[in-house]
């Protein structure tokens, strides 16, 4: 099966350089209908889908593979090199701000920036660490998905969000995670959840921007603060936004925070 198959793997515009998309968790490549655009006239970019998310095939989730961020960050690099690009910019949301990182570290030639969105490299708090969670938090959320899945997307996935104004993005975001397949969704929220990848962060090589929400649910201002001192040369950039999506509820302000980086790059 082809790469592009797999992960169904869309390109758009014409630029010289290559702008990568990766969603987080409960969602797919639709995700990015509001920041993405913004940058075909200039850029050519790459929408995926996670393997097990969207329109990717369902039939490649294997769940040794993806029994941790490792396996999604492996498939990014099989992205990458299908692309024959130079090296690019992954923008990556959430879970998958680690899943880019990781796959940098790997591949640092691969990658010219990294910006990540809402990205938070461990939920649970931890000594002098504030992930924003207790590990009893996270239990409790992990048996609440797995007794009733809807019914916990129902519920999260507006507080998720955020965006209070904006009533239509947590419909959006709960539909989303309605369409995803339950199996498959209950154990990517374990592998997600429970990840800790503080560790990796002194590995980064690659440029760094952090793009963090004022109020966040899922990942506090500590989590951003956090990311930026250990990232070594990272960019942190807050946005005035509720919630854990800025690139759907606040995208002008997230697109212009990853204009100025980009344009303070040596490309």
């Known amino acids: 099966m082809s790469i592009t198959t797999r992960n169904n793997v869309h390109i758009a515009g014409e ?120 590990r009893q938090d996270i239990e409790n959320l992990l048996d609440t998905l797995e007794a009733n899945y809807l019914g916990w997307s129902s519920t999260m996935a507006p507080a998720i969000m955020g965006a209070p104004d904006q009533p239509a993005l947590g419909e959006e975001l709960t539909n989303s995670f309605c369409r995803t397949d339950p199996d498959i969704a209950k154990h990517f929220a374990r592998v997600t959840f429970l990840a800790d990848h503080r560790a990796d962060l002194s590995r980064v090589t690659t440029p760094t921007l952090v793009i963090q929400s004022n109020d966040d649910l899922l990942a506090p201002m500590a989590v951003g603060e956090y990311l930026h001192r250990m990232i070594p040369g990272s960019t942190l950039s807050v946005v005035k936004n509720v919630g854990h999506c800025p690139h759907l509820s606040a995208p002008c302000a997230s697109i212009d925070a990853i204009e100025r980086f980009l344009a303070a790059l040596k490309h």
């Open 15 to 134: 630029g010289r350089l290559t702008i990568v998309f990766a969603h987080g968790f409960g969602c797919d490549q639709n995700m990015w209908h509001s920041l993405a655009p913004n940058f075909d006239s200039r850029y050519r970019t790459v929408l995926f889908d996670l393997v097990g998310s969207g329109e990717s095939d369902l039939t490649t989730y294997d769940r040794r593979k993806y029994a941790s961020l490792d396996g999604y960050a492996s498939d990014v690099l099989e992205i990458v090199d299908e692309l024959g690009a130079d090296p690019v910019i992954y923008v990556g949301h959430s879970v998958s701000a680690m899943i880019g990182m990781l796959a940098a570290i790997r591949a640092p030639e691969r990658f010219l920036a990294n910006i990540m969105v809402g990205p938070s490299p461990s939920f649970i708090n931890d000594g002098d660490y504030v992930g924003g969670f207790t």
